[in-house]
Each structure stands twice: as structure tokens, then as C-alpha cells.
């Protein structure tokens, strides 16, 4: 990266920070990536200037890790992504390591997972039978977000299981164990993971989501990825269902929701369904943000009454 792709890189950081973050909250996020801002003094009220004085000065492996999580291009990534074709646009990418014995139950994941804006990897289901399978797994783990490994008797003696969680390991993307009758063990041994037993499908589902909200690595795209299922969504019905998937969260920043309303009013869809808008501006009172405001256009039969 020479020095001006980095100037622009650090732009895009800040301007993607300032829109979705407070400052508290931008420090809380670069703490979860190890940088110290704290130590770091503040000399201007602009987020975006202030997000991009503390990147300046950090290594560009962490910059990179921080742009893919913002959902924000690098200059490193269009190699690695080019072929990763089975992601959906906009969404939360998640490997699932799972043994092929499991695959029947890890694509009834895959599906729950996609209420919460979650595009989840299943290899047996994913790849076509035209590509070569070690090549699109590959891929996957190289432009995923997050990893969720399904760990169960035979998952640890598994070649393929035990690389693909490996690669997380390397990347230092988020690892979610799932037990399902083993325990965490080795580099995820610290991870107390999720308990899958006696559980539902979808009990998973959103033990995984609530996991990635809660993550410092992962709130940001989760958040990002759900507010854009939201506003571009084209059945009612779906965007009712993720609004309220949003309200049921402890939190979420003024600065999301602001960019949340923004989009809404760019899709006619949404603007025009007066059950959305109240069960959007139901969850933004949830949050004391203001409510949406849907302005009524004059029609033609009315421009004889309006002064010029």
C-alpha cells in the first residue's frame, strides 16, 4: 500500500467509524483490536479525524482486519474475494466447520441464520459440482467474518475441521465454538463457546447471533450487516421480523440507527407501509432515538391549491 492508496484507506476507516460509532464506543472497539486510543490525546471534536490520527499509527494487518469487519474494501482485497460467489451481498459471512455426518443439521443452521442477516458457508451445500470443493473452501475462509465450529465426537481426529479452524486462528477472526458433545480444546480452548445440546435449531441460531453482537471483533458488521437486510428488504414481512430482531438487542448506537432511518427512506417499499414504520419507530423509541418522519408529497390533483 503506497502512500496514497493510505491517506484514502484511513479516509474511508474514519468516515465508516464517525457514521456508526460515538467516540466512547470508537474506543471501545480499538481496544478490542489492541490499540491503546486512552493514552492517545484527542485535539479535535471530529470522529472521522480522531478515528484516523490513532489508524495512522497502526500496523496495516490490523488496518485491514478493521476494514473488513466495517465491511469496507482494501487494497489487498479484491484478490481474495474476487471468487467467493456464494456469500450473500451485504451480510454477515460465517464459516461453518461442521463433519459431513452433521451436514443435514448445519443447513437447517445455515437457513435460521438468515433471519439475522447471516450468510453462513456450508461446504456440502455451497460448492458447485463444477468447482473444485478445496478451492471454494478456501476461499470461504479467506473472506469469511467469523467462524462457528460445530464440535462434536470425530471433529478434533478431522483433517479438513481442524485446518479450517486453524485458518481462524491464523486470520484472528472470531471463533465461535458450538458444543455439541466436546468441549473446546486447544488455541479455542479459552472460548467457553456455545451450548448446543437439547437446543433447537433455532435457539442456536440466535445464541450465534447474540454472540457476534456481543463480540467487539464482530458488533459492528452484525449491526451494519441487519440494518441493510432492513432497509433494502422488498417483503414486509422479512423487515418486520429483522426490526424486531434489532429491538430485541440490549443496545445499539445512535449513529446506526440515524444511517437505519436514512436508508429506510430510500426504499419506497418500506416508506409506504404504515405497519413498518410503526414497528420501526416502535424499536427506535426502544433506544430514545427519534422517530422517522414520513413526509406526505402533494398529488397533482392538489398543486392548484399550493402558491408558486
Known amino acids: ?30 481496544s478490542g483490536h489492541k490499540i491503546d486510543s486512552k493514552s492517545m490525546q484527542a485535539n479535535t471534536n471530529s470522529k472521522r479525524v480522531y478515528a484516523k490520527d490513532i489508524l495512522s499509527k497502526v500496523g496495516d494487518e490490523v488496518l ?12 489487498n482485497s479484491t484478490i481474495v474475494a474476487e471468487d467467493a460467489t456464494f456469500w450473500k451481498a451485504g451480510h454477515f459471512r460465517l464459516f461453518l466447520s461442521h463433519l459431513a455426518s452433521f451436514k443435514v443439521q448445519t443447513s437447517r443452521l445455515q437457513s435460521a441464520l438468515r433471519r439475522y442477516a447471516i ?28 467462524l462457528a465450529a460445530i464440535l462434536m465426537d470425530g471433529f478434533k ?19 465461535i465454538p458450538v458444543r455439541k458433545g466436546l468441549d473446546p480444546y486447544g488455541f479455542i480452548g479459552k472460548y467457553q463457546g456455545i451450548q448446543a445440546a437439547e437446543k433447537t435449531v433455532a435457539e442456536v441460531a440466535e445464541a450465534i447471533f447474540k454472540t457476534l ?25 422479512d423487515a418486520l421480523d429483522k426490526v424486531n430482531v434489532m429491538k430485541s438487542l440490549d443496545n445499539v448506537s445512535s449513529e446506526a440507527l440515524e444511517n437505519l432511518k436514512q436508508q429506510v427512506l430510500e426504499n419506497k417499499i418500506l416508506v409506504e407501509s404504515p405497519d413498518f414504520i410503526s414497528s420501526l419507530n416502535n424499536m427506535l423509541s426502544k433506544f430514545k432515538a427519534p422517530k422517522i418522519v414520513i413526509l406526505t408529497q402533494p398529488t397533482p390533483e392538489d398543486w392548484g391549491d399550493i402558491p408558486f
Not at 502512500?3 to 480499538?30: H, N, P, W
Not at 485491514?64 to 487494497?75: H, Q, R, T, V, Y
Not at 481426529?157 to 471463533?175: F, H, K, P
Not at 463480540?215 to 458488521?221: L, Q
Request: charged share 25%; glycine share 6%; with cysteine.
Open 1 to 30: 500500500m503506497n502512500g496514497l492508496e493510505k491517506i484514502e484507506f484511513l479516509e474511508k476507516l474514519g468516515v465508516a467509524l464517525q457514521s456508526r460509532m460515538t467516540f466512547d464506543e470508537i474506543d471501545i472497539y480499538f
Open 64 to 75: 485491514f482486519k478493521i476494514a473488513n469487519e466495517l465491511g469496507i474494501d482494501s487494497p
Open 157 to 175: 481426529e478431522s483433517n479438513w475441521c481442524d485446518q479450517e479452524v486453524g485458518v481462524a486462528v491464523g486470520r484472528d477472526v472470531l471463533i
Open 119 to 146: 450468510s453462513s458457508f456450508v461446504a456440502h451445500e455451497d460448492i458447485e459440482p463444477t468447482k473444485e470443493w478445496q478451492n471454494e473452501i478456501e476461499a470461504g475462509l479467506r473472506t469469511m467474518d467469523a
Open 213 to 237: 453482537v456481543k463480540s467487539p471483533k464482530t458488533n459492528v458488521k452484525i449491526i451494519s450487516a441487519l440494518s441493510n437486510s432492513i432497509s433494502q428488504a422488498n417483503d414486509i414481512e
